[in-house]
């Protein structure tokens, strides 16, 4: 279920969203708001429901109930695996789903985001003969296409190598700046910590935190000395 | 869809090995099947409505008995006899597919013969009927060759004696004897006591002075020998074929074996691509995890589904009119039909696309996809292949609801009208239509799996 987004609220607005796979909960009355140019993290244990929600955001799947403000083909998506056509070119892949979008000059779109993505010199390698970074640029860039308010990233940096990964967080950082507000899956709560204006802990499908990294922190006592461990104890503490 | 359908030929083009063994598979397929065309199944079920009378049915040719029973036996042991009481139950069967063949034998056979391969014999011969069903070529030519090798045996046999019979009379018209004819024994004097007794004539006969009685025994001798002779005709024709064989076909056409086998290659071809392209191309959405991107609003999911049976049925249909126009020069086709090729091999395309994306959402990997495809269709193909009257009637009527439930049939048929004129292209368009919508909803509700 979707409601309309306005111009004045959050770029974001996700209400109560549950789903269900048979017997299992996945989510459970999840939640919460982005703002514009704001990135938000979804940390928590395996199976907690971060890949699940953010398919429900991006419009992959339905939720069983509650509402998600944006429409889905307003929202940029980019899954974990790249989901792109090993087959074709970077440029091909690029202007492939720019004319599925829809945009209105799909080759000056396509430019752009070769641009932006460092990826112009390789604009007419098939992507199978890419590294997994570069693929997962391509990834990023197919969901940026359509220049959307808000961008989901599920697990952006787990295929990448430190050089590539900080190339990354400044690109989302770059898109942040400009208004687009931003929710991240991540397991490397470091990144979560550094990169995140504010965490959503998910666990067992249930939104268990809400804030800042520092809140977080604070949350689980200053004895813990980093973030790592402060969201380890914050899941104990609530018995995960 | 066309972004889909560019993307989609783009990758093909980029694929060469796959879509080389896309065109090569099918056509090592098709020559594997026209080899097994040439070959019919064995022992069918052939019902037999044995009209011949209890007692008399022998046969009685230069003092010797023959029982066509005998011959009856030989039939039997090729086939699977189906003893049936009438001419309606034999036709009903057929039509039924219980059996391959009816053979109808007359109650008059065994007179008939007799009156045939006799001196004094004249009229018809005698015929066995032979009713089958025409539903296809290579059954057609199965019973037809099954039925004219057992009835030459017959023939053989009878004409082995007839030409003892005739060695017997060239014999008496040679040298004379007794010979029977209308309950009357005559005393024939042959050629060479005729040319005795004229020679015993003309040496005692002064010139100019006729012997009245020599030369009307002369006379009466060559009379005789003209009428024998006239006779002869007859004699010689029964010994070609003194049992004749009359087939009607009950239900079905008579297309040539050749021109059937090019349908059924065709078809095969047509088959084999288009599953293969439209399940493994669907399946590769899903295992480039692109599948989730298209259908967050971009495409619907039958129109994604719309485009790979599209894709599948064009690229299918022109390799198999490729194939068709490269096997015309081989076999005479009517290109004027050419239209009607084109709507049976896209409307058979299309059915075998559904059931390709089908395929494609329950496999869900190109591999399992690919694997699945061959696994079924093949035996599908084959099945729709069995005549009826090769197998038992259960196991016919179960074999033709699966081929009924899947495209091959329908597409053999409609390619077989429009390639060779056989009729019906319109029904087995309308059974291609009624599988498209029917596949294109199990593809539909397989899709929930791709998640």
Redo the contacts between chains.
Sequence with gaps: MTAAATEDGPALQVRAVTRRFGDRDALRGVSFAAARGETLAVIGPNGAGKTTLLSILGGVLAPTSGDVSRDPRDVGWVPQQPAVYGKLTVAENLRLFARLEKVADPDAVVARMLEQTGLADRAGDELGTLSGGNRQRVNIAAGLLADPDVLLLDEPSSSLDPRQRARLWEFVGALARRGTAVVFTTHNVAEAERFADRVLVLADGELLFTGTPAALHDAVGSQQADFEAAFVAFLRARGH | MR??LA?DL??LR??PLLVSLLVIYPLLIAVLVGLALSKGPDKPRVAILNQLPSTGGTLTIGGTKVDPADYAQRLFQSIVPVTVHSRAEAERKVRDGDVLAAIIVPADLVQRLQRTITLSGSGQKPTVEVLYNAEDPVKQQFVQSTIDARVAELNRAVSTKLTQISAGYLDILLSGGKFSILGRDVDILGLKRSKALVDSVLTRTPRGSPDREALQRVSSFAQLAINNLGLSDVVLGSLATPVKVDQHIVQGRRTPLDAYAVAVAVTLSLMLVCVLLAAGMLALERE????????????SREALLAEKVVLAAGCAATTALLMTAGISAFVSLDWGRFPLWVVALVAGGLAFGALGVAIGALAREVRAASLLAILLALPIAFLALVPSGAVATGLYDAIRVISALFPFRPALDAADAALNDAGGLGTALAHLGALVVGWAIVARVALQRFG
């Design positions: 972004f889909l993307k783009r990758i980029r694929s480039e995890h692109a599948f989730a991107r298209l259908v967050r609003g971009l495409v």
